[in-house]
């Protein structure tokens, strides 16, 4: 490569957990720079996810996280041009574009729930993701089907 790689920046993390991870999340769900807004949300949504499953020995933060992993894919398909064909190659997962995934799935498929406040639409798809549910697992299991069906063309990997 003639240019050197782009240093990647520093997340600092957020204030109330002090994780790298929220303040990731919050920068996805971020809109015209206002991170105040974003943060409240988030917070607000993690304060609905506790109240509404306090049978949980778990914390909101922990249930978040586990949401995060179930909605988490491990294959994608890409497209490859081979002699005049466009394969569908499915290929592996670099573990920071998982992360960047799923936390734009579960965004996305707040956004587009019904509801009251974001926070409460956040908080739903949360709880769904958590029970392995809503648009954000549908989407993983989505991906993983296309790679399972297009396996046969996994030697024409980059």
């Known amino acids: 490569m003639r240019k050197a790689k782009p ?31 974003s943060y409240t949300i988030f917070y607000g949504a993690l304060e609905l ?10 914390t909101p933060l922990e249930i978040w996280k586990q949401a995060l992993e179930n909605i988490t894919p491990k294959l994608e398909v890409k497209s490859r041009r081979i002699g005049g064909a466009t394969f569908q190659v499915p290929t592996e997962i670099r573990a920071d574009r998982k992360e960047s995934i799923s936390m734009k799935n579960m965004i996305l498929f707040a956004r587009k729930r019904g509801g009251k406040s974001m926070s409460e639409k956040l908080c739903n798809e949360i709880m769904d993701a958590y029970n392995n549910q809503g648009g954000a697992f549908k989407r993983k299991e989505d991906m993983h089907r296309m790679a399972e069906a297009n396996r046969a063309f996994a030697h024409f990997r980059f």
């Open 7 to 37: 240093k990647k920046r520093v997340v600092l993390p957020d204030p109330v957990f002090n994780d790298q991870m929220v303040s990731k999340f919050v920068n996805h769900l971020m809109y015209d720079g206002k991170k105040n807004v």
């Open 49 to 58: 996810v506790g109240n509404k499953m306090k049978n949980e020995e778990k």
